[in-house]
């Protein structure tokens, strides 16, 4: 008998869907216990589906974690929402994360930002496509740490009447709170059966893909509003160097030329500065030294290109 046939083990899927920035890729790393989907303050921050793979209780509880729900308006949108809802089918528990304190807002507020109404009505957006489709999901309430309890009590109530829910858990995904009741309730519900992966494998991305979310992260955070929503990063080089070092090549993908003066920063300020802090994260995820170039190409058009979606891991499997 090998080990992976061990008859005590057990093994599913837990997908986890919400609107965009509702924490889901920053739930999902807590859960793992190391980063392997990007965070971002922006929404569209995960692109692609990815899982994460956590062991709890002799449980491989394997999280896919998705692309927000929201009304699209691109293809590219388009492509995102499908590989969200393609990531909640055949699987064993389906989480429904929200943002609470920007839920209740939109609910009990007079002058909810745009922001927060914008999230709910992609959350109810979700709920409606649930309702549709007869399933049930677990509610997670996200963001406590920034809602006093009386609220998540209105919200509660609020979100029982859909009857939608088995089970309802609050939770802060950044800070930790409420998290381990939570796995633990995810352990027990996962199937009977061999584990999926090897023990120490946390995601199913490669380091040439992971290499180039890390810069993608990067950017994001560091191109605040004038941010442009085609912007895309592929890793095309990975080598050796003599000394037997990592060289990595990677292109930032713009759609139009005028973007790159934006990318470049003034005096190529902000691609030294984005280069800088990628580098020193991949040295630590890769625990190696590192070499890495960063180069910007304009590809016009990609965004309306399903052709290109594939690249993305975003057609469907
Ligand atoms: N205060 C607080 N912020 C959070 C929490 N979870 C996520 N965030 C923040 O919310 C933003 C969106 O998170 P992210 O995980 O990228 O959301 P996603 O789009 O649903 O994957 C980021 O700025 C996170 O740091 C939380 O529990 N508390
Ligand atoms: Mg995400």
Redesign the pocket.
């Known amino acids: 008998m090998t080990l992976s046939d061990n008859p005590n083990r057990q093994c599913g899927f837990v997908a986890v869907i ?12 807590q859960m793992v216990g190391a980063k392997v ?10 692109r692609r589906r990815i899982r994460g793979v956590a062991l709890k209780d002799g449980a491989q509880i394997v999280y896919v ?1 998705t ?2 729900i929201f009304k699209p308006r691109r293809k590219l949108d388009e492509a995102m929402v499908s590989a969200a809802w393609d990531g909640a089918t055949n699987v064993d528990v389906l989480l429904l ?1 929200v ?1 609470a304190p920007s839920y209740y807002s939109h609910l009990a507020d007079d002058r909810p930002g745009a922001a927060s109404e914008r999230a709910a009505s992609n959350t109810n957006l979700i709920i409606d496509g649930l309702k549709k489709e007869n399933r049930k999901a677990i509610l997670v309430l ?5 809602i006093p309890s009386q609220h998540l009590l209105t919200l509660i109530e609020h979100f029982n009447e859909t009857d939608l829910f088995d089970e309802t858990f609050m ?5 930790g ?1 409420g998290t381990e009741d939570l796995e633990a309730y995810l352990a027990a519900r996962m199937p009977a059966g061999p584990w999926m992966y090897p023990e120490d494998q946390l995601s199913d991305i490669s380091d040439r893909l992971m290499a180039a979310e890390i810069t993608r992260e990067k950017l994001f955070l560091r191109l605040h509003q004038e941010l442009p929503y085609s912007l895309t990063v592929e890793t095309e080089s990975w080598k050796r160097t003599k000394k037997k070092e990592l060289r990595i090549e990677q292109v930032i993908y713009i759609e139009r030329d005028s973007q790159k003066a934006l990318v470049l920063g003034r005096g190529g300020h902000t691609i030294k500065a984005v280069g800088q802090t990628a580098r020193e994260e991949m040295e630590t995820l890769f625990g190696e030294k590192i070499h890495l170039f960063l180069f910007v190409k304009v590809r016009a058009n990609w965004t309306d290109d399903p052709a290109r979606f594939r690249e993305m891991g975003l057609q469907p499997e």
């Open positions: 919400g609107a965009p920035n509702a924490g889901k890729s920053t739930f999902v790393n989907s990007i965070v971002t303050q922006k929404v569209q921050t995960t974690d692309p927000g994360v943002d996200n963001k406590i740490d920034l939770i802060s995904a950044e800070k709170m």
